[in-house]
């Protein structure tokens, strides 16, 4: 698959094959990706928790905040769940730099992993919303904290890209259950000043 097919079809998926679990070595696969991968100072501050048992994704799940915009949707069904997670954590002794740029990592890290994952038919979520207690279940040290949560799974929806419209950037599920994903156009991102001087 070219670079370029790869990154249109690598979407955010929040409902998958649930009973598809995924193996450690392929986690692992995913993880490797990420030291290949820009860090800010190349200080490379992150590490990741692999987490894929059934039992642990069981105790992760009730702990994340799922698609802000769909208000009265709760997250995926029993069925329809994460089959696995990587949890992203900063170590802060390995950080030179600022938090934020740890967050440029971060950027990086997770969408390297998630396309190598679509490349392997395995989609995958952001989470950066999650409990507080997230950091207690995993017994994290002070030196660690959780900076986002990444689903994964084999993808069991649809997502649909498709123009803004009235500036409205807000994703929604039509009657058939497929998602909707707006995105600017070419010219909305191109910034159209001038150098002057």
């Excluded at 967050?103 to 890290?109: E, M, T």
């Excluded at 396309?115 to 409990?131: N, Y």
């Excluded at 986002?148 to 500036?167: F, H, S, T, W």
């Excluded at 058939?176 to 002057?196: A, F």
Aim: net charge positive; proline share 4%; hydrophobic share 35%.
């Amino acid at each position: 698959m070219q670079i370029t097919e790869l990154i249109k079809k690598t979407r955010t998926f929040r409902r998958f094959h649930e009973e598809r679990r995924l193996t450690t070595d392929s986690l692992r696969g995913l993880v490797e990706m990420v030291r290949f991968g820009g860090s800010a100072r190349n200080c490379q501050p992150l590490q990741f928790l692999i987490l894929h048992t059934q039992e642990d994704c069981e105790k992760i799940f009730p702990l994340l905040g799922w698609a802000g915009y769909l208000r009265h949707w709760k997250g995926p069904s029993p069925g329809e769940r994460p089959s696995a997670y990587i949890i992203c954590l900063l170590n802060r002794d390995r950080l030179k730099g600022s938090v934020a740029e740890a967050h440029f990592d971060l950027g990086i890290a997770t969408q390297n992993m998630l396309l190598v994952a679509m490349e392997q038919g395995i989609g995958g979520c952001r989470i950066g919303s999650f409990s507080p207690k997230i950091h207690q279940l995993l017994s994290l040290d002070k030196t660690h904290e959780v900076l986002l949560v990444l689903a994964l799974g084999v993808p069991r929806e649809i997502v649909q890209l498709e123009d803004v419209r009235n500036n409205e950037v807000r994703y929604w599920r039509d009657r058939d259950q497929v998602h909707h994903v707006p995105k600017r156009t070419l010219e909305d991102v191109l910034y159209q000043g001038e150098i002057r001087g």
